[in-house]
């Protein structure tokens, strides 16, 4: 089926793919780049995250530390200052590390977000009651509970803080595996887009030389024709662009040239013969 469109309309048409093929192009470099960012913001985070856990479990190591300490030297005045220091800090780093879960949203992660702050919680509390029972002077029995219950919930907020820093991990890596797809993806999209671009730069061409160039060359060559007195019917281009009808006014133009130049033709032969006849009768009269 043959479109009856004119020149303006296939140039734009031309025009329009080259157009899509630009913002497809530009859309895969935003999408890149968007990917880009996603992922050195979910790096960012997971190193924040990674800090932050580092920062509780030296906290925690300062509080140990303390507690032991003070069971050690058997001293409650400057050590109890210090340890609430350490616990402040202590709790201040859990409750930061609530607030900033923004890296990955999975029950996985809350529930063990939760394990920790309650082990934290448990944890706050034994090291207050070593504390009364120091002051206190049951030194054995304070030793005891050191050893013995906060031991135990000490090893269980470690496996659930390993657990959270595995996760954080395992999201980072897996940014990281979508980041790298995506962006092979992309590149193939590219290299698709670039052969399409260049095939569709070439037809473009071909079409431009076939729809402009070659009708363009064939009305001067038979202007050529008409400069040189050759009046022979002149076709028209079977086309209804602008050359088209160019063509068909050139073609009428002909016949109009043609007409006039038989008929000029004609009157100039038929005063020949009366001239040849009133040149005869002349003879004879003389």
């Known amino acids: 089926m043959k479109l009856n469109l004119s020149l303006w309309q296939r140039i734009g048409i031309g025009f329009f793919l080259l157009t899509l093929l630009v913002l497809f192009a530009s859309s895969l470099g935003l999408v890149l780049a968007q990917s880009v960012e996603t992922t050195l913001n979910t790096t960012q985070a997971g190193t ?4 932050a856990i580092r920062n509780l479990e030296r906290h925690w190591a300062s509080v140990t530390a303390t507690v032991d300490q003070m069971l050690l030297t058997r001293q409650t005045g400057l050590i109890e200052q210090s340890l609430q220091e350490s616990l402040a800090a202590f709790n201040q780093e859990l409750a930061n590390l609530d607030q900033s879960n923004t ?3 999975s029950d996985e992660a809350a529930a063990t977000i939760n394990n920790l702050q309650s082990f934290g919680a448990e944890l706050n509390e ?4 070593i504390t009364l029972l120091a002051e206190d002077g ?6 005891t ?16 803080l390993d657990q959270f820093g595995n996760l954080v991990e395992a999201e980072v890596a897996a940014s990281v595996s ?9 590149r ?4 698709i887009a670039a052969a399409a671009a260049l095939v569709a730069g070439v037809v473009v061409s071909i079409v431009a030389v076939r729809i402009i160039t070659l009708p363009v060359k064939e009305l001067t060559n038979q202007v050529q024709q008409m400069s040189q007195r050759n009046f022979a019917d002149i076709v028209p281009l079977n086309r209804n662009d602008e050359i088209g009808k160019l063509s068909q006014a050139f073609a009428q133009m002909a016949d109009w040239l043609r007409e006039s130049y038989q008929e000029l033709e004609l009157r100039v032969a038929q005063r020949t013969q009366a001239l040849q006849v009133s040149n005869e009768v002349s003879r004879s009269l003389s």
């Not at 049951?138 to 030793?143: E, I, K, L, V, Y």
């Not at 979508?178 to 992309?186: E, V």
Request: proline share 0%; aromatic share 8%.
């Open 48 to 51: 924040q995250h990674i800090q």
């Open 103 to 105: 890296l990955t949203d």
């Open 126 to 129: 034994l090291v207050g009651e």
């Open 138 to 143: 049951r030194w054995a029995q304070a030793q």
């Open 145 to 160: 509970r050191r050893q013995t219950e906060m031991s135990s919930i000490q090893r269980q907020f470690d496996d659930n």
């Open 178 to 186: 979508q980041a790298i797809q995506l962006q092979n993806s992309l």
């Open 188 to 191: 193939t999209f590219w290299i």
